[in-house]
């Protein structure tokens, strides 16, 4: 065991020397140091850090990263003067002590993301957030070629948030090796749990920093049950250990949401308890409190329950948004409504059109929903799982959307009482409707009286905003174009 | 009073003068007689008539026709030699007694229709009746310019069942009064209720008769909530009244159907236990026991009540359709599920590719569906109330769904348990999947082994049907167009 004892003086420098003495607002600052190796590190060495700024202090766990490397990563959310402490059971890695300073975060830099005004999210520096989801599973795990390829196709695409597995994926059209395992393996394929792998995370947890440079949420998916490798029936301990190193590798990555599971209720193993112990960890563990959900299969969690922040909900009636968004008072999203695409399963075989719908009947009802992509493809690279590029007709049509969503009045819209159509609003701003399967030539609808508005047909698959001339208040009919799939809009005249 | 009292014999004689000598079997055989005028014959004068054949005897109420004329109507159901006595509290009326000769039905009169198989029908001769109903409530009440039209249309339409209202309609776009009242008036426009108006029910039943004469069900509904001269909210004594005197001038009609009511819900004059009692007193009083059933607003009466034929819908969620079917075990007929049309109404302004995949999710699950039309008119002549001509796309491919359908087997099919898309089945016979929004290049099947079966690729929309190469059995993929609204159907090849 080779123990780093300094005089403390000496200590500091150390640490200083090894962490930046700047770092921007919501960015990662990182100490690193140098500590034993032997024994089981992962399980022996506990390590912490206070963080300081004026009166406030934070306590961020550290964690082990293999070759005698640990790291204390924490993401400061205020600007000025900060200072931190370590603590640990080792000698050599107790009260470790430095400064930095924080710096205004770059223009692209909205910070973390939480939920505000009940329904819908916003960045820490107050700029709203609409999610535009997408899905590619197991895009994490394709070595690097293939995420690259996804990278630059996000860069391209109207998404802002990627629904995503930590561990491999094993599945339909996902058969390949990982490069990294989370956990060492011997020859066999047995894992040993004690421990973790730290090249599987120090690479999973690149991608989610080029994800938060490109401006794109990370929502990690914890746990799945599609698996060979045995991560989907590891004892309870083993759960929590994982739980608890992910979260102190990955937390300070401000893009980063905790997704419990994707299909929670299909991984047999685990009882409902074990999901709630793995929300009260996970809330516990987090010291920023980032965004938690839990992703159903055929089974809804019960979303009101406290520590969850958000309705995650895999589901294609639309007409439960109402219910949902009252039941829960949290923002309900539709992380995944089946996929565009062709292939054999009747989740992954819907048309473009019906995607595009999808979408507005969720946002058109004060709701989000995700998008997802399962084209055949000759090597079974499917977006939905693998990444790569996108085939599908939906996305343009979705950034369409985006942009008509970004319009809207900033805390967001509510369902529209007593409407005809799935409807949203914010009262005296803004109102919405989706036509959905209707067609009518004409319609009579009913505005606040005494404010004027201007109205315009939107054609969500043509892409084409129509303004509707001179502008409307209270009750009167609109001529409408006779054609299914329309939305009518009305935005206060001011 | 002018009372016709003769010797027997001539009594005889003179019925015989006034009824047919021979009709055809499920046809109507009616005797005319000629009884009191004054006081007031609809509530005082009761007659009936035994008709018998061989051993059996059915008892038939007749009706009072005004003016002194005084009918019975009878559909004999079986060939060969019939007599008949009639009684009647009125010495003039009573004892009249007749003979006639039942012969074979002509080639196009297959008799009444009845349930079949638990979920179908069929009429009484035993060929199959799947129902492609309509719906134009009021068009028996425009005048006969109009209702030519509307039975010309009919002549070259796909429908083989008309929903419509015995009272006239006053809704939107149906304000005009109708020519014929059911109770006589007075300038004021107050009911009396104590009588009928011969002279509109004469003009209705002849209209039941043109459509018996074009093969057409008359699917009759006795009561419904959009009125505006008091006939939605008369006394319990005339309701009963009113549906007796309708039975008894109508039940002869082999194309007649009782539904209770449309809306039965909405007629806010009315208790549950009124619309049991009107079911008890419709099978109580028709001597052929039509089909009956009761049509829904917002409330589904409970279809599983012993008196209740069928289930008569008006849902647009055809995912509850197996539940329905499970629960009532009887045929389920969606008989509205919104109209195509563009009017400002969400319930009258559906695509015709919508209406069409309603259709098809209907029956691809062992259910029915009826269409309706509301296109807006300059003169307000909209089909779903008055009849006309049809302008929508939904009817020709309609006319093509009742085609395949009419090659299905005899027996009708059920829902396909275990399916991934609405499908539904005839063990080792029949197999279809309809594969609504979903677009898979290609899909795994599941038929029975050891038998070959047929596959078709059908487009609801494009009314073609592409035969897949070869014979399948077994687990087997098939091709498919990768476009969504399609149908597979798979049939035993012999």
Redesign the interface.
């Known amino acids: 065991m080779k123990l780093i004892s300094l005089p403390l003086f000496c200590a500091v420098f150390a640490a200083a020397q090894t962490a930046p003495q700047a770092v921007e607002r919501w960015s990662v600052f990182e100490i690193t140091l140098r500590g034993p190796e032997s024994g089981n590190p992962f399980i022996d060495v506990q390590l912490s850090a206070v963080f300081q700024h004026e009166h406030r202090a934070v306590t961020v766990t550290g964690f082990y990263d293999g070759a005698g490397v640990y790291r204390i990563r924490f993401m400061p959310d205020a600007d000025g003067a900060w200072t931190y402490s370590t603590s640990s059971n080792t000698p050599g890695l107790n009260a470790k002590t430095g400064a930095f300073n924080v710096t205004r975060p770059s223009p692209d830099n909205h910070g973390p993301v939480t939920v505000r005004h009940t329904y819908h999210f916003g960045y820490a520096d107050g700029t709203p957030y609409y999610p535009f989801g997408t899905t590619a599973y197991a895009w994490a795990h394709q070595g690097d070629e293939l995420e690259s390829q996804t990278l630059a196709t996000l860069r391209a695409a109207p998404f802002n948030k990627m629904r995503m597995c930590v561990f491999p994926k094993d599945y339909v059209y996902n058969q390949n090796e990982p490069k990294f395992y989370p956990f060492p393996r011997d020859a066999s394929g047995v894992n040993d749990y004690t421990r973790f792998n730290p090249e599987f995370f120090r690479h999973f947890e690149g991608l989610v920093r080029k994800l938060m440079d490109q401006g794109i949420e990370a929502d990690l998916i914890l746990f799945h049950p599609y698996d060979r490798w045995g991560y989907a029936k590891m004892p309870a301990d083993v759960d929590d250990r994982y739980l608890r190193y992910t979260i102190a590798r990955l937390a300070a990555f401000r893009n980063v949401w905790w997704s419990m599971a994707n299909e929670w209720d299909f991984m047999k193993e685990k009882k409902l308890s074990d999901w709630d112990r793995f929300f009260r960890l996970t809330q516990e563990s987090d010291p920023y409190q980032h965004l938690r959900s839990i992703h159903n299969g055929a089974i809804l969690y019960d979303h009101s329950k406290p520590w969850v922040t958000h309705a995650s909900i895999q589901h294609d009636d639309f007409n439960r948004t109402v219910e949902w968004l009252t039941t829960y008072r949290k923002p309900v999203v539709f992380d995944e409504c089946k996929y565009e ?6 989740w992954g ?3 473009a ?2 995607m595009v719908r999808r979408f507005w009947l969720g946002f058109a009802q004060g709701a989000y929903v995700g998008h997802g992509e399962t084209y ?1 493809h000759p090597q079974d690279i499917l977006w939905w799982s693998k990444g790569g590029v996108l085939h599908g007709q939906s996305p343009q049509r979705i950034a369409f959307l985006r942009k008509i969503v970004e319009q809207w009045p900033e805390r967001g819209v509510v369902p529209f009482p007593n409407h ?2 799935p409807a949203a609003y914010r009262e005296g701003e803004f109102y919405l409707y989706y036509l959905d ?8 609808f009913e505005l606040p009286p005494g404010m004027k508005f201007k109205a315009d047909v939107i054609d969500p698959w043509e892409m084409t905003i129509t303004p509707a001339p001179g502008t409307y208040e209270g009750k009167f ?1 609109l001529k409408l174009p ?3 799939y329309q939305a009518v809009r009305f935005v206060r005249a001011r």
Chains 1, 2 share one sequence.
């Open positions: 695409g062709n292939i054999p399963r009747r075989d819907i048309s059109q019906e055949i005809q159509f399967y209707h067609q009518p030539a004409e319609f009579e009919t006779g054609k299914p």
